[in-house]
């Protein structure tokens, strides 16, 4: 009778499609939420306070106009002192952090949290995206349902990334963009065909959910577009993805430049998004354009209804915007000020252009709409996800061409000219590669003065052969030795096959010094040196010890690192972790039930 049951239940990779399809659903339920959230607040602050106070009325009223978005950051203090770190700025990178190289496990007021304190932001005129925020509430779906399922951490990553998937797809109409953004920026491009399946299930359905509620609009208004002239055009936008790649690294680049410089203003913490929030608005008395997501100029630059100049100026304005807004504390995400820039960019690049080949070039509207792609994948190094999305949103076959080539070149471009995406960096000045997976994170954060046996036997250069056998006797498990000075500092290491030369004569043993045998150009390492760099010297050299002294320049021996060492101290890590992780899940478990 329970044979006969079994077969009727789904196998797992059905259970898992049936799951990523609930979770697609639920996206596409929480984008509703999400867009009503921020046009409401939209409403409430930024169109009611306009009104209110006067500001289109011009004049000396116009200067009230900063006070809407230090409003929003102003509702922004009691979220953030009730939930301290899960409110303030750009906060995409720790939830990489918490898929690729932690648990996946991710509390479900997440998606209130990010859906409140992102609506304010946005919704009072601050300079940020919701793309980024409604990845992570995806995602958050996706941790709750695994958590209540209670399945593996491999099994976690895909339920999140399919969350992450919906919800980009059902926010852009864009299913295909949707199922890329988690390919490639959430599971960092290491996936398996039963995973991708997911990623399909939920952003088809997220869109339908999305489609059925707001209809099949595109999220900006896409003009025609056609190539004028191929061999004019593609070395054209060849030319443009350089200009774009470059761009992307200095926009990276000033983006954590002006969050670090905020974290030095010796301000409170919960003071410095309404500052932040100030100088955004002064920004906006000259540009308005800057403020919020920016698609209302987005679809301007797309229509071509735009200065060339404008648009050069604001491709720095958004950007400084963008990074006052995150950098001081706001919450949202970089992905439309990326689009907007990009459009703003290759808008700009395309009036110059078109100026002065008007018969062979394109209007700026069509360099604008390939510049969104550009520059969205310079900045993420994610060019499927790019070149998807302008098709989806322009349903043009035609201009698959040139986002192709401009999403790849600019891509290369700036990582040839900066190594980390835009969220990349932190892992980067922490020593982390993120795309090396958990176990090597793990390597790299374990040090080798945590790991050494500090229990080591030294020789002294002067002593003679024979007091070296009688170490190597009473040895244990140990092949190699230091050797040191007079001083006390090490200047090389012996082994046994360095004596062997000497072994047959008692009277050479006796004469020669151990410092006349032992090699003095070794690998040294030092306490802060991370066991994975240790590990891959081991495999390099092919050997199975090396010196731990205090500093190369003052290299007082410490210890010796065994190759089992780093073994014993990952496992031991591993251990740690997994029994932390366990215990968390089954608390926020029992909190939530």
């Not at 852009?172 to 959430?186: H, R, S």
């Not at 990623?199 to 025609?224: H, K, M, N, W």
């Not at 680049?253 to 929030?277: E, V």
Request: aromatic fraction near 10%; proline fraction near 4%; charge should be neutral.
């Amino acid at each position: 009778m329970l044979t006969r049951v079994k077969a009727f239940l789904p196998g797992e990779r059905a259970r898992m499609i049936l799951i990523a399809a609930f979770i697609g659903v639920m996206s596409g339920l929480a984008i509703i939420v999400f867009r009503e959230a921020v046009d409401l607040i939209h409403e409430l602050i930024f169109v009611w306070g306009y009104e209110a106070l006067g500001i289109g009325q011009g004049g000396w009223r116009k200067l009230l106009l900063p006070l809407l978005p230090m409003l929003g950051a102003t509702l922004l203090i009691p979220l953030s002192l009730a939930f301290p770190g899960e409110v303030n700025g750009y906060g995409f990178t720790n939830f990489l952090r918490r898929v690729n190289l932690e648990n996946g496990v991710i509390r479900a007021r997440t998606i209130f949290i990010k859906i409140i304190s992102t609506a304010l932001t946005i919704g009072s005129g601050n300079s940020a995206g919701v793309e980024g925020p409604i990845a992570q509430i995806g995602g958050a779906l996706g941790s709750q349902v695994g958590q209540r399922f209670r399945v593996s951490g491999k099994r976690m990553k895909v339920y999140i990334a399919a969350g992450c998937a919906g919800g980009i797809a059902g926010i852009f109409n864009a299913p295909l963009a949707g199922m890329f953004f988690a390919a490639e920026i959430v599971l960092l491009g290491t996936y398996e065909i039963s995973s991708f399946a997911a990623l399909v299930i939920a952003s088809a359905l997220s869109t339908v959910v999305s489609r059925a509620y707001y209809g099949e609009i595109p999220a900006f208004p896409i003009p025609d577009y056609s190539i004028v002239n191929p061999f004019v055009e593609l070395p054209l936008y060849t030319v443009m993805a350089v200009v774009v790649g470059a761009t992307a690294v200095l926009h990276i680049r000033f983006f954590y430049l002006i969050r670090d410089q905020f974290q030095r203003i010796p301000l409170h913490p919960q003071i410095k998004p309404i500052f932040g929030a100030l100088l955004v608005g002064c920004i906006a008395l000259f540009f308005p354009q800057v403020m919020g997501n920016g698609y209302d100029y987005i679809a301007k630059a797309l229509a071509g209804d735009t200065l060339v100049w404008r648009m050069m100026l604001l491709v720095f304005l958004k950007s400084l915007a963008t990074a006052i807004t995150l950098g001081s504390g706001g919450a949202g995400g970089v992905f439309a000020p990326a689009l907007f820039i990009g459009a703003v960019l290759g808008g700009a690049f395309g009036g110059i252009v078109h100026h002065f080949l008007p018969g062979y070039t394109a209007t700026a509207g069509a360099y604008a709409t390939v510049g969104i792609g550009a520059f969205l994948a310079a900045t993420t190094h994610a060019p499927l996800t790019a070149i998807f999305l302008l098709f989806e949103m322009t349903g043009n076959y035609m201009i698959i061409i040139p986002v192709m080539l401009t999403a790849v070149l600019g891509t290369v471009t700036s990582s040839w000219l900066y190594g980390d995406s835009m969220d990349t960096v932190d892992f980067t000045r922490e020593g982390i590669d993120i795309h090396e997976g958990r176990e090597v994170a793990i390597m790299k954060s374990i040090r080798v003065g945590k790991a050494i046996t500090e229990d080591v036997d030294f020789i002294s250069e002067n002593a003679n052969i024979n007091h070296l056998l009688e170490l190597f006797r009473f040895a244990r498990n140990s092949f190699y030795f230091p050797v040191i000075n007079a001083h006390g500092m090490m200047v090389g290491v012996v082994s046994m096959q360095d004596v062997k030369t000497v072994l047959h004569s008692e009277e050479e043993r006796v004469c020669h010094l151990v410092g006349s045998i032992c090699t003095r150009d070794v690998i040294m390492l030092t306490p802060d040196t991370n066991c994975y760099e240790a590990m891959k010297l081991f495999d390099i050299k092919g050997i199975d010890e090396i010196p731990v002294v205090e500093t190369l320049e003052e290299p007082w021996v410490l210890g010796m690192l065994k190759r089992q060492d780093v073994i014993a101290a990952y496992n031991h890590e591993m251990l740690k972790r997994g029994i932390n992780e366990r215990a968390e899940s089954i608390r926020m478990i029992c909190s939530a039930s």
